[in-house]
T-cell receptor, first 116, second 112 residues
Framework: EAGVVQSPRYKIIEKKQPVAFWCNPISGHNTLYWYRQNLGQGPELLIRYENEEAVDDSQLPKDRFSAERLKGVDSTLKIQPAELGDSAVYLC??????????????FGPGTRLTVT | QKEVEQNSGPLSVPEGAIASLNCTYSDRVSQSFFWYRQYSGKSPELIMSIYSNGDKEDGRFTAQLNKASQYVSLLIRDSQPSDSATYLCAAISSGSARQLTFGSGTQLTVLP
């Protein structure tokens, strides 16, 4: 079974520029998550999708961050404009609802963003 | 107060020893708990999940859960240098189903 796919793996941009991250979840996983991980910290949830619906975006800085999950599969997370403090690793994860496995989440390789 | 607390370490153990990693959580209603392993520069990898009080064993790994004490632990038997990584404890919070709250991680080094 293929894992969660993310691209790009690395991105370096100047502040105030836009950036977008893409995620393809594990086949059959209807729940998709975007996390941000700062150095030395655990991942922090930005947004959770159940199929196409964003059901938890309370941690998403909506003034500059946006996300979409068209057709309930792939998802894109966008930052516009980027700030220096956005430098972090952006992780996508997926899980299968009602799998009987307690919402186990599987992570993609992440995108390391550096804002200069 | 952080909802999931871990000793940040670093924790060093000799090869072949038992490594013990500990985690406490503040949300008494949390029901599901997970341990993730994260190698430097890599993403978290799920290694154990536990939902009931007691022990759960998987190979060299044993997860222990004590809901009364709000305590979760991970034991790694016969530690190997390849086990050197940061171990993240996570809990499903009661406020939002499937929202994982992570601790900051414990860095483990297994010395050859």
């Amino acid at each position: 079974e293929a894992g969660v796919v993310q691209s790009p793996r690395y991105k370096i941009i100047e502040k105030k520029q836009p950036v977008a991250f893409w995620c393809n979840p594990i086949s059959g996983h209807n729940t998709l998550y975007w996390y941000r991980q700062n150095l030395g910290q655990g991942p922090e949830l930005l947004i959770r999708y159940e199929n196409e619906e964003a059901v938890d975006d309370s941690q998403l800085p909506k003034d500059r961050f946006s996300a979409e999950r068209l057709k309930g599969v792939d998802s894109t997370l966008k930052i516009q404009p980027a700030e220096l403090g956005d430098s972090a690793v952006y992780l996508c994860a997926s899980s299968k609802t009602n799998s009987g496995r307690g919402y186990e989440q599987y992570f993609g390789p992440g995108t390391r963003l550096t804002v200069t | 107060q952080k909802e999931v607390e871990q000793n940040s370490g670093p924790l060093s153990v000799p090869e072949g020893a038992i490594a013990s990693l500990n985690c406490t959580y503040s949300d008494r209603v949390s029901q599901s708990f997970f341990w993730y392993r994260q190698y430097s520069g890599k993403s978290p990898e799920l290694i154990m999940s536990i939902y009931s009080n007691g022990d759960k064993e998987d190979g060299r790994f044993t997860a222990q859960l004590n809901k009364a004490s709000q305590y979760v632990s991970l034991l790694i038997r016969d530690s190997q240098p390849s086990d050197s990584a940061t171990y993240l404890c996570a809990a499903i919070s009661s406020g939002s189903a499937r929202q994982l709250t992570f601790g900051s991680g414990t860095q483990l080094t297994v010395l050859p």
